[in-house]
């Protein structure tokens, strides 16, 4: 029941288009930023970046590929983030049955430095961030104005190459499930990551592990 997005990474051309319709949506400004050597921009997520196109180098299998990981908040469906708020306090954090959207409460902005911190330890995923001197919680919140008005997440309306599919979640798992039989023909090694668990879905080309790197400090 609910929601889900599919993101199968062998079609992300890291355009960014998700990334900055996400900004544009959220009425969110853009911040200043460094070169970590690649075309990764900002280095990571952040109070005023709730999406991020993460750029890798890697080896794959003996050759030199490019990995697109276009990070958002998973909408787990058993989220720790969630019991991390309420053991620091009410609305903080919400779970909307209807779509399953995990979407910050009014109080998210009110948060103070060491609750905000214990919320982001919670999350498996490192997604929730501070704002503004360590105050305040932020993350995706699954575009929960939109969907609950029968509108597509900006990220996914934006996406040019059907990397991104958003919709019923027994339709995107079904679809996730087919969309693997067909890209294993080209990547034998590819899986789907943590379904079951959450609601959105990424179809890893290998080794979901070589998607991320640290930013450079
Ligand atoms: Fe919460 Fe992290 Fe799961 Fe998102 S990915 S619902 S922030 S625990
Ligand atoms: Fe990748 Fe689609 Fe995002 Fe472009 S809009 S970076 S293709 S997921």
Known sequence: MGKAIFADLTRCTACRGCQIACKQWKNLPGEETRNTGS????????????RLVRFTEARVDGKLEWLFF???????????CVRAAEDVGSDILLHDAATGAIYPGRAAPLVQKDDAQTIREACPYDIPRPGEKGVGVFKCDFCFDRISNGMLPSCVLSCPTGSLVFGE?????????????????????????????????????????????????
């Open 169 to 217: 979640e027994e339709e995107i798992v079904a679809l996730a499930k087919e969309r693997l039989k067909e890209v294993r023909k080209r990547f034998p090694k590819a899986y789907l990551g943590d379904p079951g668990g959450v609601r959105v879905i990424y179809l890893y080309q290998t080794d979901h592990r070589l998607y991320y790197q640290d930013p450079i400090e």
């Open 70 to 80: 276009p990070e958002q908040c998973r909408h787990c469906y058993s989220p720790p």
């Open 39 to 50: 075309h990764q921009n900002p280095p990571d997520l952040s109070g005023k970046t709730l």
